[in-house]
């Protein structure tokens, strides 16, 4: 009965993870396209504050973020079968919480307020989730 508790408990981390991931990626999708490719619709205010080449950039992180929540929502169907998606995304998202912090630290992103504590705060929390909570057991043979 436990294994069953944890495997929805995994689920639910991993579908909302991947939501949250294709919702940021489409949202830096959607700057890049205004700041590269629709530069003369963008009069009434810009999704991202960047130059073109932040664009670029956003645009190539999106593209990640809907990959990346493609994958996690792939491990939704056999958890067991997704653990290595699982310690990847975790690793992933502790290397984002450290970038953040490195850049509060640095002064970077000073005028962003308590944004990286927040993003730090919630990848290192998704992290810990999918590490904990996956399925560790080698899938069943012949299913």
Known sequence: ???RKTYLAYRLVALLTAVVCAIAGVMLLLGFMQGTILPAAAS???????????????GLTG???????ILLAAT?????????????SAAGFLLLGFVNL???????????GGWQK??????????????????????EQGS
């Open 102 to 112: 490195l850049a509060r630290f640095s002064g970077e992103y000073g005028e962003a």
């Open 76 to 88: 939704l169907r056999d958890p067991p079968r997704g653990h290595a998606i699982a310690v990847g």
């Open 118 to 139: 927040l993003v730090t705060t919630t990848a290192t929390f998704a992290a810990l989730s999918l590490i904990w909570l996956s399925p560790t057991e080698p899938p």
């Open 44 to 58: 009434g205010g810009r999704l991202l504050a960047t130059n073109h080449w932040g664009s670029y950039l956003a």
């Open 63 to 69: 593209a990640l973020f809907l990959v990346w929540s």
């Open 1 to 3: 009965m436990r294994e």
